[in-house]
């Protein structure tokens, strides 16, 4: 593999700015500060950079986070913390959200490098379920069980939403479980039957729950019982 290439796969860095850093110095390879790019290296290969003896992580990650509120799901952005400053992982920018949840929501947050994973969660065509723990500014009337199980439309939706399962909790608590994942699903649908969303929490995705023992803002890798799930 070229020595290039190898830096960008254990980090972080661009093509373009691995070459560049290669040609400064910075790498050392065997004991030996190697400064071409294209240097071919083995698997006995020892590759040094910033002090760092780098590895390639061996297969896809996964991972479950207790999103708290005030991240946005996203791998940059300029106004809000991003839920990757949660993460502790080398080359991070090849992680990616599955699914994401908006700045104010907490819970069951995914995290992988594997797309064809997160495709088989977030494809309509699979029909994945999610459960939130939803609280309302208003009490919550019985009749919203079957009106949310017949579907509802959501302002500027020509279609229905899919059948959701609705579960009253208490006056001004539910938990629902939606099958699709329209923009603002949650909030619009208790819109839709002139309530107000003012606390919302997922809580589990497919049959995959949070784990109870985690922390808002607290993450572990899946076991592979989980990640056979979906």
Known sequence: ?????????????????????????????????????????????????????LTLSQGNRYFMLHKPEGYVCSNEDPDHATVFQLLDEPAMGKLHVVGRLDLDTTGLVLVTDDGQWSHRITSPRHECAKTYRVWLADPVHSDAISLFADGVFLRNETDKTRPAQLELLGECEARLTIHEGKYHQVKRMFASIGNKVVGLHREQIGTLALDETLAPGEYREL???EIALF
Do not use: Y
């Not at 070459?19 to 390879?29: A, D, F, M, S």
């Open 1 to 53: 593999m070229r020595l290039d290439k190898f830096l960008c796969d254990c980090s972080d860095l661009t093509r373009s700015l691995a070459g560049k850093l290669i040609r400064q110095g910075e790498v050392v390879v065997d004991g030996i500060v190697v400064k071409q790019p294209a240097f071919h290296i083995n698997e006995q290969s020892q590759v040094e950079f910033d002090g760092v003896l």
């Open 223 to 225: 076991t592979a019982e």
